[in-house]
């Protein structure tokens, strides 16, 4: 009787660790089934013996099609990458934080972090191992995004400031070329060489326009636009700039979303691409210039540089040449070409990412050699009515006047040419070379000051607070900024503020002359 209450005791007690064991089974198993990340058992051999849902999501194969293959198989690098694995888990017993390359089902590459043990059986024996692989990719892409924006965005910061200073001297070169020619008479030999001059000006100032559209710092001024609008209009111009060895496409659905930008803006980049494009097929080919309607996802926005929702999509691909990934990751750098020397400026992306940035949107590129390019711009969509634009008024020549202005610019040689421009049309000119300056004129100057025309960015104090200041004691006064680049101080991220009357650096004294008539005359 009591070996029969003994043997019953220890079957009880087997069924007990039994259940402790098939519990701890479960345990283990309901938390291998709920973790992200991929986990993974091998025999001896290096045969997978457990594959968890995360690694059938992570990879792409189900259980049954990953059990009996080998770890090897996965690894970009081959056989050769999981021996060096073992060897280290021989040598050390296990491996931590490992960065393992392997390979999906569909081929994609993912980058993981990988955490390796040995298993060994109650006697010590080896029996196989045991892995666990976090999913990198999606980090790696988004560090790689952070410095390449860090890497762009010092760029910006530094062709910005070139920009600036650059308009300031161009605006000296153009005012006096402009004042030397007006002196000159029309037979003088000297003329041509000064209109050279001016020429040659105008190009470099064309080049400082680019930088600081890279640089994300022009004044713009957007409207609500129908994108397949912009295209149709651009067309004819299209065809003639690609040339007749290139045929060109376009997809436009109907009832296309609208976008809000600057139109001229916007033309620039479709140029600038499609310019592009036309260079990389340098034997014809094919151009296709699309627009569509997407959602993006957080993870396709990511990618776009752009924020996920309601978008619209401009895609230009060309057949061409295409590119390689090295030269991908440099086609917006400012200066940046793969054109032989004489044939490009490396400005022309530069300045479409610079715009497309600044517009709220983002850009992307796909290419690989000889498999042609597809640039991607992403506009967010807006529930707004298409505005009209007035008809333009005529162009009539740049008209004087008697009134006074106050003249305030830092920049000495800049502030001559503009005060003997302004004095040239009839006007009274106050000039001071900053704000404290102009604050003191405008305290003494018994007369009224019909204009203040001021720089935005000078030291002590700018263009927006001397403004201000005035405003409240010469409520007669009208203002116009002038600027080689945007300032918070008047404009929100490069748009201006409504009512606000610009002038961008570098102009010459016509367009100076004309604009200063349109704000006295209220036609700002």
Do not use: C
């Amino acid at each position: 009787m009591e070996a029969f209450a003994d043997r019953a005791a220890i079957a009880l007690e087997t069924a007990r660790l039994y259940q402790e064991v098939r519990d701890a089974r479960d345990f283990l198993q309901s938390i291998a089934a709920s973790s992200a990340d991929a986990i993974v058992t091998t025999d001896v051999h290096g045969r997978i013996t457990y594959w968890s849902p995360g690694a059938e999501e992570m990879f792409g194969y189900g259980a049954d099609e990953a059990f009996g293959r080998t770890a090897a198989e996965f690894y970009v690098s081959g056989p050769d990458e999981a021996r060096t694995v073992m060897a280290r888990l021989l040598a050390e017993g296990r491996v931590r934080d490992y960065e393992a390359v392997v390979r999906g089902k569909d081929g994609r590459t993912l980058v993981g972090s990988a955490s390796i043990s040995l298993l060994r059986d109650a006697s010590g024996a080896l029996t196989g191992t045991v892995g666990v692989l976090k999913d990198l990719t999606g980090r790696r892409v988004l560090e790689e995004s952070l410095r390449q924006s860090q890497k762009m965005e010092a760029v910006g910061r530094l062709a910005g400031g070139i920009a600036h200073d650059f308009n300031n001297l161009m605006t000296v070169v153009l005012g006096r070329s402009d004042l030397l020619l007006k002196r000159l008479r029309p037979e003088d030999p000297m003329r041509r060489d000064i209109e050279l001059f001016r020429k040659t000006a105008m190009r470099a100032t064309q080049l400082t326009r680019q930088l600081l559209a890279f640089s994300r710092k022009q004044v713009l001024q957007p409207k609500v636009l129908d994108l397949n609008a912009v295209v149709e209009n651009m067309e004819s111009m299209l065809r003639r700039l690609i040339g007749e060895d290139v045929a060109l496409r376009t997809v436009l659905p109907p009832a296309l979303g609208r976008v809000k930008a600057d139109p001229g803006q916007l033309e620039q980049v479709i140029v600038n691409l499609v310019v592009n494009a036309r260079d990389a097929m340098p034997d014809g080919g094919k151009l296709t210039i699309e627009t569509s309607d997407v959602e993006l996802t957080d993870g396709e926005a990511q990618h776009a540089g752009t924020r996920p929702g309601p978008t619209v999509v401009l895609a230009v691909t060309d057949t061409g040449t295409g590119m390689d990934a090295a030269t991908q990751a440099r086609i917006f750098e400012p200066f940046f070409t793969t054109k032989e020397q004489g044939k490009g400026t490396g400005l022309g992306l530069s300045t479409v990412y610079g715009i497309v940035q600044q517009s709220d949107g983002g850009i992307s590129v796909h290419s690989a050699p000889g498999a042609g390019t597809t640039f991607k711009i992403y506009l967010p969509r807006i529930e707004e009515s298409v505005e009209i634009a007035p008809s333009p008024e005529p162009r009539q020549r740049a008209g004087g006047g008697t009134e006074t202005v106050l003249l305030v610019e830092d920049e000495d040689e800049l502030r001559a040419v503009v005060l003997e421009t302004l004095q040239m049309y009839g006007y009274t000119v106050l000039e001071a070379g900053h704000g404290g300056e102009a604050m003191l004129i405008a305290e003494r100057y018994s007369g009224p000051i019909h204009l203040l025309l001021t720089d935005v960015v000078m030291p002590t104090m700018s263009g927006a607070d001397l403004a201000r200041r005035l405003a409240a004691v010469r409520l007669e006064m009208k203002v116009l900024f002038v600027s080689g680049y945007t300032d918070d101080a008047i404009v929100h991220h490069g748009v201006l503020e409504p009512g606000t009357a610009f002038l961008e650096k570098p102009f010459n004294p016509e367009q100076l002359v004309r604009r200063v008539r349109e704000v006295l005359s209220g036609r700002s």
